[in-house]
């Protein structure tokens, strides 16, 4: 894929601002969607990502994507998919890579989504039309975008209804951010399964001390 592609991408946190400054150097046409036009993370975003980076509500960004990065808070994602609104999300691609942490006791987070659901589904339940696949949530995001970032071969996760969707998505996965080693679990419900690593990269994180690592999938 080498030609320029619209994309939003929904979130003025850290992995928005990695996910669309990469897509921007790129050559992609990016719009970074967040609660108000004005948000200041996404001009300063958008005056250094350069030419193709537009800011504006989540609404505008959903309009102006062909493909949507949802990277909004766990907890607020449904809220700010609603926001973007149905209309503007209808029958596209969405990459999920936010996790359903709750940190409303303190740390570590837990899941507020238990072990029999996950947020993708709760995603694809509240859009039927939308695409949703769950990606890239297992890794830090400088990892997300730069797979070479870490020595070696190691393993990213695709959950997802749409064969096609995650055939796309798999492309982007490989053609733009490096990855080689991409394991399809199958479907939105499989999302149960990375959203659930989790807690497990959360202690990994404290006891290496650092957010530069990834598991491989030795088979
Ligand atoms: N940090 C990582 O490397 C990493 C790795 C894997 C997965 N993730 C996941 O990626 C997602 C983004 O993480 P982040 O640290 O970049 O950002 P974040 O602080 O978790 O989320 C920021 C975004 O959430 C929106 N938001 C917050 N409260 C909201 C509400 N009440 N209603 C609607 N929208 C609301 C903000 O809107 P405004 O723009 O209006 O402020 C902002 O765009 C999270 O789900 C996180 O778990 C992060």
């Given at each position: 894929m080498t030609h320029s592609t619209k994309i939003a991408v929904l979130g003025t946190g850290m992995v928005g601002e990695t996910i669309g400054a990469k897509l921007?150097?790129?050559?992609?046409?990016?719009?970074?969607?967040?609660?108000?036009?004005?948000?200041?993370?996404?001009?300063?975003?958008?005056?250094?990502?350069?030419?193709?980076?537009?800011?504006?509500?989540?609404?505008?960004?959903?309009?102006a994507g062909e493909i949507v990065f949802n990277c909004t808070r766990g907890d607020a994602s449904l809220a700010a998919l609603e926001a973007a609104g149905e209309a503007n999300l209808r029958n596209k691609i969405l990459i999920d890579v936010a996790n359903p942490l709750d940190f409303s006791k303190?740390?570590?987070?837990?899941?507020?989504?238990?072990?029999?659901?996950?947020?993708g589904e709760q995603i694809q339940r509240a859009f039927p039309s939308v695409k949703v696949v769950k990606a890239l949530n297992t890794v830090n995001c400088q990892i997300m975008v730069?797979?070479?970032?870490?020595?070696?071969?190691?393993?990213?996760?695709v959950s997802g209804d749409d064969a096609e969707a995650k055939a796309r998505v798999r492309t982007i996965l490989t053609d733009w951010f490096g990855w080689k080693d991409v394991v399809d679990l199958g479907g939105i419900a499989t999302a149960r399964g990375t959203e659930?690593?989790?807690?497990?990269?959360?202690?990994?994180?404290?006891?290496?001390?650092?957010?530069?690592?990834?598991?491989?999938?030795?088979?």
């Open positions: 921007a150097s790129l050559g992609h046409a990016v719009t970074m969607g967040s609660r108000t036009a004005s948000n200041e993370k996404a001009a300063a975003w958008a005056a250094k990502a350069g030419a193709g980076a537009k800011t504006g509500t989540f609404a505008d960004a959903a309009a303190g740390m570590p987070p837990s899941l507020f989504t238990g072990n029999t659901d996950s947020l730069d797979a070479a970032r870490l020595p070696g071969d190691h393993t990213m996760f659930s690593y989790l807690p497990l990269w959360i202690r990994l994180w404290g006891a290496l001390g650092t957010a530069d690592f990834n598991v491989k999938i030795v088979r």
